[in-house]
């Protein structure tokens, strides 16, 4: 008999079992977390996916851009792709373009142009490649909140039953302190994934713009020693 009721309570302890016993509000709050999780999954893999393909098509792109000879044909070739050096590059084709068709052309004002010019193309794509990276930093520092109004609930329901039934036995508190932990370790199961990866995104994403830029003052610089054949 004793055997039966321990095999009886661990499985009125389950997760399953503790979220199907559990009130609204708490289910609410597991349900919410799950999808919580399953978002910053979903954003972490997506994200991982890009930059990694991204940091390979970039480096093919400057590597073939150091070797070009004419940087006109190359950007008529390769100028409209969506690559983020591909946009700083022909942000500053563009910014050129633009400085040198002037006859009283200005080669200070023309350098600070292109380095504004590629700057705001640098910043636009690092935007661009943080996109959603703001719902890990939501999820990380508001899940474990989320999972801790759970836990009062359940709390709070815990002591209702205690006061209806008159009764502080194990079997009476265990269910509603099991539900309230529960929901205390799914805010974390939610918001742990999601700070270490809005870290790890981070991270990956400042060396990208470290990367633009010193792209940007590269070509910036040869754009530089153009001008000094300029007329």
């Known amino acids: 008999m004793e055997s039966i009721s321990i095999s009886h309570q661990a499985a009125t302890l389950s997760p399953i079992a503790l979220f199907l016993q ?30 990694r393909k991204v940091a390979k098509e970039n480096d093919r792109f400057e590597r073939d851009f150091w070797k070009a000879e004419d940087i006109e044909k190359y950007h008529d070739a390769y100028g409209r792709s ?98 309230a932990l529960f929901a205390t370790a799914l805010g974390l199961f939610a918001a742990i994934p999601a700070v270490i990866g809005y870290n790890r995104l981070t991270h990956g994403i400042n060396r990208m713009e470290a990367r633009l830029t010193r792209f940007a003052d590269g070509f910036h610089s040869t754009l530089s020693r153009e001008l000094e054949f300029e007329r």
Do not use: Y
């Open 22 to 51: 559990a009130d609204i509000v708490v289910k609410c709050v597991m349900i919410g977390l799950l999808a919580a999780s399953i978002w910053t999954w979903t954003i972490i893999i997506a994200h991982v996916i890009k930059m």
């Open 82 to 179: 969506n690559l983020p050096s591909a946009k700083v590059f022909a942000a500053g084709v563009a910014e050129w373009r633009r400085s040198t068709a002037n006859p009283a052309m200005d080669r200070e004002g023309t350098r600070q142009r292109l380095s504004t010019a590629m700057g705001s193309a640098v910043a636009n794509e690092v935007d661009k490649l943080s996109d959603r990276l703001n719902i890990l930093a939501t999820i990380g520092s508001v899940g474990p909140f989320v999972g801790l109004f759970g836990t009062v609930w359940g709390i709070m329901r815990s002591f209702t039953d205690i006061a209806a039934t008159q009764n502080t036995s194990l079997g009476v508190v265990a269910p509603g302190i099991a539900e």
